[in-house]
């Protein structure tokens, strides 16, 4: 990566995601809605807007989608 | 282990489910129980609530556990009575919250997944403020580029002199004292936002709303500059 290029990925990080998205109140209520359509194959982030932006920029939220995708797929024990 | 009533109606899942439930059952959970089996068998009496609250507990349980397993690198400096500790004050936390919050139950996920949320945040929260335990929280503008930490932000934007100062005046200009605090924190410094919600006795949705907000303002300041894409497609509200 350039140093310009390093310099927009650091300012874009900071700044967060561009596009509309739900606040952490909202994510946590569709959360598990999101994880299974997503499991089913389904277009979750077209399904419900905002999330996936969302956890572009709360990297909480995101542990917790993460760890709740692994858990509702099933990862043994 | 109790039965799905004939006489209730079930949540009407809006897409197929067919591979996450034999996942499920394939899975050793502590009772593979249907999402409608597990909200009779909790508001019923006896035997039957007993042993779901029981089982209950264990999902909970197992799911703190996955969430320390997941992190224990950045936890190898804890003894493991310390995280089964957490681990289980996580689950007890979720067991209430889930408990209290049954009639929010809308169906849109499995029941397990569902609960599997609460104890995830409990114990997502338990381990970042655990991890920051003792350490002190930079709130003030002014010194947050000269004690950032190694990893943070803050530190890359060192490496960055022209742009750090833009960025320290938009800073300044642009935000309310708050959004300073807020966005110095969490953006720069990379406190976790459970960590700063506990140190300035609020919510983690009221301080990302004040994130968002600081964000949207230095994007607008930023991109006048040119120095990043403009937020045409930004359309959530601001705070008025």
């Given at each position: 990566m350039t140093g310009e290029e390093n310099r927009r990925d650091?300012?874009?990080?900071?700044?967060g995601p561009r596009e509309h998205e739900v606040g952490c109140d909202e994510c946590f209520?569709?959360?598990?809605?999101?994880?299974?359509?997503?499991?089913?194959?389904v277009d979750a982030a077209a399904r419900l807007p905002g999330v996936r932006a969302h956890f572009d920029g709360c990297p909480a939220c995101r542990e917790e989608y993460e760890a709740l995708r692994e858990l509702a797929r099933g990862t043994p024990d | 282990m109790a039965v799905e009533a004939s006489t209730q109606t079930a949540p009407v899942?809006?897409?197929?489910?067919?591979?996450?439930?034999?996942?499920?059952?394939?899975?050793?959970?502590?009772?593979?129980?249907?999402?409608?089996?597990?909200?009779?068998?909790?508001?019923?009496?006896?035997?039957?609530?007993?042993?779901?609250?029981?089982?209950?507990?264990?999902?909970l349980l197992r799911a703190t556990r996955h969430e320390l397993r997941r992190r224990r690198?950045?936890?190898?400096?804890?003894?493991?009575?310390?995280?089964?500790?957490?681990?289980?004050?996580?689950?007890?936390?979720?067991?209430?919250?889930?408990?209290?919050?049954?009639?929010?139950?809308?169906?849109?996920?499995?029941?397990?997944?569902?609960?599997?949320?609460?104890?995830?945040?409990?114990?997502?929260?338990k381990l970042r403020r655990r991890a920051w335990q003792g350490r002190e929280v930079i709130l003030d503008p002014e010194i947050w580029p000269t004690v950032a930490d190694p990893g943070s932000s803050a530190h890359e934007l060192l490496e960055h002199g022209e742009l750090l100062?833009?960025?320290?005046?938009?800073?300044?200009?642009?935000?309310t004292p708050h959004q300073r605090e807020v966005f110095v924190a969490l953006a720069l410094n990379g406190v976790p936002i459970d960590v700063l919600s506990e140190r300035l006795s609020t919510s983690r949705g009221a301080l990302y709303k004040t994130l968002h907000d600081a964000r949207r303002k230095l994007r607008r300041e930023l991109s006048a500059a040119g120095l990043v894409e403009s937020e045409e497609t930004v359309i959530v509200q601001e705070d008025s």
């Amino acid at each position: 990566m350039t140093g310009e290029e390093n310099r927009r990925d650091l300012l874009e990080r900071l700044l967060g995601p561009r596009e509309h998205e739900v606040g952490c109140d909202e994510c946590f209520e569709l959360i598990d809605e999101y994880v299974e359509l997503e499991l089913s194959g389904v277009d979750a982030a077209a399904r419900l807007p905002g999330v996936r932006a969302h956890f572009d920029g709360c990297p909480a939220c995101r542990e917790e989608y993460e760890a709740l995708r692994e858990l509702a797929r099933g990862t043994p024990d | 282990m109790a039965v799905e009533a004939s006489t209730q109606t079930a949540p009407v899942a809006a897409y197929p489910r067919v591979r996450m439930d034999k996942a499920l059952q394939r899975s050793h959970l502590p009772s593979a129980r249907t999402s409608q089996a597990w909200l009779q068998a909790l508001r019923s009496d006896g035997a039957a609530q007993r042993q779901a609250t029981v089982d209950l507990h264990a999902l909970l349980l197992r799911a703190t556990r996955h969430e320390l397993r997941r992190r224990r690198a950045a936890f190898a400096h804890l003894r493991g009575e310390e995280l089964e500790d957490l681990a289980t004050q996580a689950a007890d936390d979720a067991m209430v919250a889930v408990l209290s919050k049954l009639d929010d139950y809308r169906g849109a996920s499995r029941f397990t997944t569902w609960a599997y949320k609460f104890a995830l945040l409990e114990a997502g929260v338990k381990l970042r403020r655990r991890a920051w335990q003792g350490r002190e929280v930079i709130l003030d503008p002014e010194i947050w580029p000269t004690v950032a930490d190694p990893g943070s932000s803050a530190h890359e934007l060192l490496e960055h002199g022209e742009l750090l100062s833009f960025l320290r005046d938009a800073i300044a200009q642009a935000l309310t004292p708050h959004q300073r605090e807020v966005f110095v924190a969490l953006a720069l410094n990379g406190v976790p936002i459970d960590v700063l919600s506990e140190r300035l006795s609020t919510s983690r949705g009221a301080l990302y709303k004040t994130l968002h907000d600081a964000r949207r303002k230095l994007r607008r300041e930023l991109s006048a500059a040119g120095l990043v894409e403009s937020e045409e497609t930004v359309i959530v509200q601001e705070d008025s």
